[in-house]
């Protein structure tokens, strides 16, 4: 099973930072392209970044540049999303999945989603 673990999310105040991780389970991380998406009440659920297999490419989506920066580390199996500057958009659940490639946009594989993370940014 292609199993993925997302944690580190909380409350936070606007401007401030979290980190979220993305790790990997009964599967080789090296082999996928990974991306994390975000889900806010009422709205679909959207592609924020997203990595190469091999660090090569990463892309993010407009809101969040400058902002968010994601990263991997293999040998750990986990994807990691540093967000900075946090703002009250922001906050939603947030998803890791395998995606095919790294480009824009970015879809899951395969349609399957876990627990998520809850981010929420608040005063």
């Known amino acids: 099973q292609l199993q993925l673990v997302e944690s580190g999310g909380g409350l936070v105040q606007p401007g401030g930072s979290l980190t979220l991780s993305c790790t990997a389970s009964s599967f080789t991380l090296a082999f996928y392209a990974i991306g994390w998406f975000r889900q806010a009440p009422g709205k679909e659920r959207e592609g924020v970044s997203c990595?190469?297999?091999?660090?090569?490419?990463?892309n993010y989506v407009d809101s969040v540049k400058g902002r968010f920066t994601i990263s991997r580390d293999n040998a750990r199996k986990s994807v990691y999303l540093q967000m900075n500057s946090l703002k009250p958009e922001d906050t939603g659940i947030y998803y890791c999945?395998?995606?095919?490639?790294?480009?824009?946009?970015?879809?899951?594989?395969?349609?399957?989603w876990g627990q998520g993370t809850q981010v929420t940014v608040s005063s």
């Open positions: 999945a395998t995606i095919r490639e790294c480009g824009m946009p970015f879809t899951p594989l395969f349609g399957s």
């Open positions: 990595i190469s297999k091999r660090e090569g490419i990463t």
